[in-house]
């Protein structure tokens, strides 16, 4: 029975430590297509012709309509013009299926910024496979620049800080190019 309670109350706290995003600051964040959807509308995503539009967030989330992906969304489009203003793109990016990001984009981004699908092979070049069920992302936040580099990075479960730590980065990013 200590066993058992020992071996529970480890793997709460290991779920509990950030993921560590093997992505660093410095990296050249991989390039990838997919499709999405902005404001339910299909929206195709290829990561290079967005970074010639200025920086991106690009954040990934485990699950559309779970409560903290839809907190965080919320979060993201309640700052959209103070991202625009800084010249950045926000796109939310989770392994969901085109319909639910349809609507996700909708209900939850409030039809401020697009979602796509994030594959596989997208999850696995970030490093942002969720530990506990891979086919999905965790959350992970990068500002990549136009040049492709990645400035900054935030691995936490907790959608909280996501939206306040990449505006942060994308405004100091943006002070250092003037």
């Keep these: 029975m200590r066993l058992a309670a020992l071996a529970s109350t480890l793997a709460l706290a290991l779920a509990a ?6 992505l660093p600051v410095g990296a050249e964040a991989p390039d ?3 499709r999405g959807a902005l404001a339910g509308n299909p929206f195709r995503l290829h990561l290079e012709e967005q970074l010639k539009q200025g920086p991106v967030v690009l954040y990934f989330f485990p699950k559309a309509f779970t409560e903290g992906c839809t907190l965080e969304a919320h979060a993201f489009s309640e700052a959209a013009d103070e991202f625009r203003a800084a010249g950045a793109r926000v796109i939310g990016l989770s ?3 085109y319909e639910t990001l349809a609507k996700f984009s909708v209900e939850a981004c409030r039809n401020a910024f697009p979602v796509a699908t994030a594959s596989p092979a997208t999850i696995k070049a970030y490093d942002v496979a969720l530990a506990q069920k891979p086919e999905l992302s965790d959350r992970t936040s990068y500002v990549i620049a136009p040049d492709g580099r990645i400035v900054y990075v ?4 907790d959608w909280r800080d996501h939206v306040k730590n990449t505006l942060a980065a994308v405004q100091a990013w943006k002070a250092k190019q003037r």
Excluded: G, K, Q
Aim: no cysteine.
């Design 95 to 97: 392994a969901d299926d």
């Design 32 to 34: 990838f297509t997919t």
């Design 17 to 22: 430590v950030p993921a560590a995003a093997a």
């Design 154 to 157: 935030h691995s936490a479960m």
